[in-house]
């Protein structure tokens, strides 16, 4: 997605780490008109695949995931970082290793929002190693419903996630790919 590309290259900062801040637009302080483009593109991709429900993980996600539905007509369901008290009922749960904060923590979901009659487009804004995306694959599995895609604002493509979810089969939608990043630059891979 070229408009998110030229984004990122406008306003994104390249730190320390393999850090790639876009805290300014997609993830802290958020353009409404750009990721409603997002969740229109993710659209034009998934939109005939009989997506029922969008899924993410707080507290990033959740944008995206809310501007996607807008265009599928569906909820949103999002995976939270800890059980909190007004969790009732049992929960699907993963461990999640989180590369921004280096520590493990346990996802939940209510089983009530998730059902073996559904098929979910999960979103995000980073797809790097993988760990998180793995979670919510492990959530989808134990609620036995059927993974339609997965749709991700910014793939680090010099990281092994993508291409290990590609490989297992998933119809995976990165908008824009960085194939490398050093500590001043960074350059997309050509789609």
């Known amino acids: 997605m070229k408009l998110l590309e030229e984004r990122i ?3 994104g900062q390249v730190r320390p780490g393999n850090v790639l801040k876009v805290d300014c637009f997609l993830n802290h302080q958020l ?9 229109q593109e993710f659209y034009r991709i998934f939109g005939q695949d009989g997506i029922t429900k969008i899924l993410t993980i707080e507290a990033s996600g959740i944008a995206i995931a809310c501007m996607t539905a807008r265009h599928f007509g569906v909820p949103v369901v999002f995976a939270k970082k ?7 009922g049992e929960v699907y749960t993963s461990v999640v290793h989180s590369y921004t904060y280096g520590k493990d923590y346990n996802i939940t979901l209510a089983k009530k929002f ?3 009659r559904d098929k979910v487009l999960i979103v995000d804004d980073f797809l790097a190693n993988g760990k998180a ?3 919510l694959l492990d959530v989808c599995n134990q609620a036995g419903v059927t993974v339609g895609g997965i749709g ?3 793939e680090k493509g010099f990281q092994p996630g993508g291409a290990e979810l590609r490989a297992a089969g998933y119809k995976l ?3 824009a790919i960085v194939d490398h990043m050093d500590d001043t630059s ?6």
Not at 82 to 88: E, L, Q, T
Not at 186 to 191: E, N, S, V
């Open 9 to 11: 290259l406008r306003e």
């Open 31 to 39: 353009d409404v008109e750009l990721l409603d483009q997002i969740g």
């Open 82 to 88: 800890a059980k909190s008290k007004n969790i009732d």
């Open 114 to 116: 998730l059902s073996p």
């Open 133 to 135: 995306m793995r979670g």
């Open 152 to 154: 991700i604002c910014i």
């Open 173 to 175: 939608a990165s908008l």
């Open 186 to 191: 960074l350059t997309f891979r050509q789609q």
